[in-house]
């Protein structure tokens, strides 16, 4: 490589600089032509995620009511609500958005760092290395937002809204139901962390599907993601 | 002249590749990992929770709940590494006594020595390991732990950004008498009993899953054309580069 450039003298300076020139003539070209066909109306678009819905109003919620009834002791009782034993989940019930899903399978880690995700469109996966839906923390399914042909599993989750009950039918035979507390969007190269798959004083339960802008290349951009709590078994 | 401008350029090629291949200068720790805390085998224990410990550079950040403890006793809590441990939870395999249950000296293969005293207070270091006025005490059963800024040593941090530290929280009710006692002492301490410091509930601490998650194919997408414009971008951005590759080989010459 550095022998070419030492020989390459003038005339390979002047025939990258032609390249260059090509180059920029043709990227702005593409451009215009991407951007004057992406404002045609597109029919489409209405059946994208409605990922910030319920957005607005998630900054003025008041925060979760933590151990009311100060004792006289240095640590406040804590109060984690009800909190089931461990059993994986076997079906998922939103009514709400009409999903009905008869098998949930079962996701860990993908060998680039990010969250496997189901093959079946159909089928919703449950992330094996957290808690369980039920148990105590962030319990995480995540289900596709389309296939390459249609809707797929969680396709109208981003239309969910504060309060929709999520119905997780576990091994043991129980059903855990949750209460929908907020749907967010998050760019993927911001995705939270910590709000996801951090600590959390209650049973809770993550819904994540994907959102926002589709790229050809690299997918969507955004993930939605609903935000629910255990209320009753 | 030639051969130094050759080199330079080289160097700067392989600095900017570096980072890449994941060779090259050593880099801070860094990243968030969580653990599922469940049950340590043999001790009867119906306990579980959740830890998440982020790591930035020789600091980190710890937050832990867990239900199901022994209720207003003292909960040491630890993260544990051994360079030579399995960095795993003990079980049942790990009782080397035989004596049906699994202590502290049990779990040192699994997991190793203490790294870090999960204190509310005070020190952290393991000197801090049983510091039993320091730790919860589990009102209701319930441990809900928060501290930030706990500084570690370089090969901590980096034991548990890459998965290999667990988390350990102490203390089983065996004879189920509301609270630690019995003849058998701690391993540890024997001014304690044996169920002071036996582990109750146990994870290990992995890298929670970067980024978001690719749970789309696009058959419901827009026919939006960002596909052209990212290649109009590229192209613009080649064209950069080759611009700059011929600016470079300008000077190259002089």
Redesign the interface.
Known sequence: MHKHWEQGGRRGAISAAAVAVLLLVAGAVVIVIGVRGSTEPSPAASTMPSATSTQGDSASKPKKPRGVAARELPTPRSDFGLVLPGSSPVALTIPSIEVNANKIVDLGVAEDGSIEVPEDASAPGWFTPGPAPGQLGPAVIAGHVDSESGPAVFHRLGDLGQGDRVKVTRRDGSVATFAVDRVESYKKNAFPTRAVYGTTNRAELRLITCGGRYDSETGYLSNTVAFAHLVNA | M?RTL?LA??AVASLAVSPFLGIGAAVAANG?T?A?L?PVALNGV?A?????V?VNGNKIDV?????GLLPDNPHAAHIHFGADARHECPTAGDDAKGDGTIDTTDGDPAYGPIVVSLT?TGDTSPDSGLAVDRF??A??G???Y?RGSITVAPEIATAIADGNAVVVVHGVDHNGSGKYDGKTKSDLDPSLPTEATDPAICGVL??????????????????????????????????????A??AR??R??I
Do not use: C, F, W
Request: a negative charge; glycine letters at 20%; zero cysteines.
């Open positions: 030639h050759t350029s080289l968030d969580t599922n469940q119906d579980s929770g959740t830890a998440m982020q937050t832990m709940a867990a239900t509310k919860d005490t009102p209701g319930e441990l809900s928060e992995v890298s929670a899953p970067s980024g978001g998650a690719d749970t789309g194919y696009g058959g419901t997408a827009s026919n939006d054309n960002s596909g052209l414009i990212a290649l109009g971008g590229g192209l613009l951005l080649a064209g950069t580069g080759a611009g590759v011929a080989k300008g190259a010459r």
